[in-house]
């Protein structure tokens, strides 16, 4: 892995060698910013694309990834405070409890972090298997994020299994507006998601994405993948500011921050 973005010249010599970074090198790499925005946490997202734009191949994202973006994928979780995630992800990627790891145990401990993220699920509809261990064997509580007037049987049995349920809008539908105060109010103020594109194109459309961490695989999948944000587009396109570029083995590793 070397560094492409910022410039080289002005980078330390150890980040133009190609070479395998350390965790501990990701994680200054990909620390949070040391503010936030008032009353809310900062969000970021991960995502990974192939060249014409996938998001995943045959409903999956492993398929597009590689060793590199799966540290990197480890280093977030492991910089993160809450993990937010949509319902359908969960299904498709058959999402498990986020993990304790040693090498972030003695930083998580000094930022005042529990063991693991913890994963927050957005779901209007909970249609969920609350028997997953996702649900009922977690490090920490797994977080349930829903609207007011969600299905009341599936609500007890998100509780059942273990889950918090927290209310999250009006209605049946999840604000998305509102997620990162919610989270920021529970003392989670660094937040990741990991879609699926439904989810990352909601928050790109309410406003609140705060920086998006992309993965660009060499890769070409055809097919009717989506792109790794849908839904509505936005009335005016949001610029955001070039971060950091990494590259091993062709794959581009850039994040990039709201201006």
Request: with cysteine.
């Amino acid at each position: 892995m070397r560094r492409l973005f910022p410039s080289p010249a002005s980078a330390a010599a150890a980040d133009l060698e190609d070479r395998e970074w350390g965790l501990d090198e990701l994680a200054d790499a990909y620390a949070y910013p040391g503010t936030t925005a008032e009353g809310r946490g900062w969000l970021r997202a991960n995502m990974v694309s192939s060249l014409d734009g996938a998001a995943h191949h045959e409903g999956r994202s492993q398929p597009l990834s590689c060793p590199a973006d799966m540290r990197i994928f480890g280093t977030l979780r492991g910089l993160a405070d809450a993990v937010v995630v949509g319902a359908e992800t969960v299904r498709q990627e058959g999402y498990r409890p986020a993990r304790a790891r040693e090498a972030f145990a003695a930083a998580r401990a000094a930022r005042g972090q529990g063991p693991a993220p913890v994963i927050a699920v957005v779901s209007a509809g909970l249609d969920l298997d609350f028997g997953l261990p996702l649900f009922t064997s977690p490090l920490v509580p797994t977080l349930v994020l829903t609207g007011a007037a969600a299905p009341g049987d599936r609500v007890a049995e998100a509780r059942a299994s273990g889950a918090e349920v927290i209310v999250c809008g009006e209605g049946r539908m999840v604000d998305v507006r509102r997620i990162p105060a919610v989270l920021a109010g529970r003392g989670l103020t660094r937040l990741l998601t990991e879609g699926g594109p439904r989810l990352l194109g909601q928050f790109a459309g309410a406003g609140v994405l705060d920086e998006m961490c992309l993965s660009l695989a060499p890769m070409i999948a055809a097919g009717e993948a989506p792109r790794v944000a849908g839904g509505p587009p936005l009335l005016v396109p949001e610029r955001f500011a070039l971060h950091s570029v990494l590259e091993e083995e062709g794959f581009l590793f850039t994040a990039y921050r709201r201006i």
